[in-house]
């Protein structure tokens, strides 16, 4: 079946730092790969999305290519901030057509002043 | 972009009681909609996908009597929680799938059961 292994948290960083939470995946199909950001007491927030091979998502800052030959996601940023404190999850859909999404265990980054 | 509106966004109630959640897309129509369990600095459990005017199909191991979902228009899912007992006490978070936006998430319902 679809899996989606990401790094256990948690991430603690200086502002500023360098950040780079792993995510790797096995699926049936070809899938399309996304990153959502989850806030204390909220729901998820798409951050970022990828449908196919060497594409590469971006924003706020945050970016991840898809990389089939390794079936990685992995997700960076060049300097975080504070605001940035919260749980990422990795997921995938096969097909992005309405089909389930498949997440991964998440990971807390806990950014320091 | 698309906004999925949930609510309640907190409920307590007693053993026993149902609680019913609801899940709207409030600017698209949603053919797919889907709920999940999240326990505390756990990832997201999918319970349910429920298409528009189809019965839910549910997750092994997910009790389609106690967990009700009804998926009534294009726009509205509702989760009723029935006879709810304290370990049904957890985060409950809706999606739905829209062509245009894809997989857009509710802010999630906390669930206290007392």
């Known amino acids: 079946g679809d899996s989606v292994t990401q790094m256990e948290g948690p991430v603690t960083l200086s502002e500023e730092a360098f950040l780079t939470i792993n995510c790797t995946y096995t699926?049936?199909?070809?899938?399309?790969l996304f990153w959502y950001v989850q806030y204390p007491g909220e729901g998820l927030q798409l951050l970022l999305k990828?449908?196919?091979?060497?594409d590469k998502g971006s924003n706020k800052g945050f970016e991840a290519t898809y990389r089939k030959e390794t079936t990685s996601f992995h997700l960076e940023k060049g300097s975080v901030q504070v605001s940035d404190s919260a749980v990422y999850f990795c997921?995938?859909?096969?097909?992005?057509?309405?089909?389930?999404?498949?997440f991964g265990g998440g990971t807390r980054l806990m950014v320091k002043p | 972009g698309a906004v999925v509106s949930q609510h309640p966004s907190w409920v307590i109630c007693k053993s026993g009681t149902s609680v019913k959640i609801e899940c709207r897309s409030l600017?698209?129509?949603?053919?797919?909609m889907f709920w999940y369990r999240q326990f505390p600095k756990q990832s997201l459990m999918l319970m349910a996908t429920?298409?528009?005017?189809?019965?839910?199909?549910?997750e092994q191991g997910v009790e389609k009597d106690k967990f009700l979902i009804n998926h009534a228009s294009l726009t509205l899912s509702t989760l009723t929680v029935t006879s709810a007992h304290p370990e049904d006490s957890s985060f409950y978070i809706c999606?739905?799938?829209?062509?245009?936006?894809?997989?857009?998430f509710g802010s999630g319902t906390r669930l206290t059961v007392v």
């Open positions: 999606s739905a799938f829209g062509q245009k936006d894809g997989y857009t």
């Open positions: 699926a049936t199909g070809y899938p399309s």
């Open positions: 990828a449908t196919k091979a060497d």
């Open positions: 997921a995938l859909s096969v097909n992005n057509a309405g089909n389930m999404l498949t």
């Open positions: 600017d698209f129509q949603a053919t797919t």
């Open positions: 429920s298409n528009e005017g189809s019965k839910a199909t549910y």
